[in-house]
């Protein structure tokens, strides 16, 4: 099985007016601990983060609430629902490896109690006979 790639490298397009939100956005960014940003284009932000850490969502979230407008052109929407859906489910893979210990506990409980079918039904006086 090959490992996932928790890193991730995504765009953030910016509608054009106003100018220079890319800027702004990489500055606020940048003060983030595990968030690589830069300009790759005018109006578009390339960052670097785990998915462990970080979402799309979450990040253009942000930014959105900071007033920031993001491009909303059909293809851009496509693209960023997809990262978004690849990104939940990565997300919800990992917490799904992290094992429980109660239910363990409580599953090592029902076996303890279990018929397990290794118990020898042979009567004890014929387990002696020689």
């Not at 990104?87 to 490896?97: I, K, P, S, W, Y």
């Not at 409580?106 to 006979?129: C, M």
Request: proline content about 5%; some cysteine.
């Amino acid at each position: 099985m090959l490992p996932c790639d928790l890193d991730k490298t995504r765009e953030i397009v910016f509608h054009n007016p106003p100018e220079g939100q890319a800027e702004r956005a990489r500055q606020l960014l940048h003060g983030l601990d595990g968030i690589a940003a830069e300009i790759s284009r005018p109006n578009v932000l390339s960052v670097r983060y785990s998915v462990k850490d970080f979402t799309l969502e979450g990040l253009e979230s942000a930014l959105s609430s900071q007033g920031f407008h993001l491009d909303n052109s059909i293809l851009t929407k496509i693209k960023r629902a997809l990262a978004r859906f690849c990104e939940n489910v990565q997300r919800e893979n990992l917490a799904a490896n992290v094992p429980d210990a109660k239910s363990q506990k409580v599953f090592a409980k029902v076996y303890e109690q279990h018929l397990h079918g290794d118990k020898d039904e042979t009567p004890e006086e014929w387990r002696a006979y020689k």
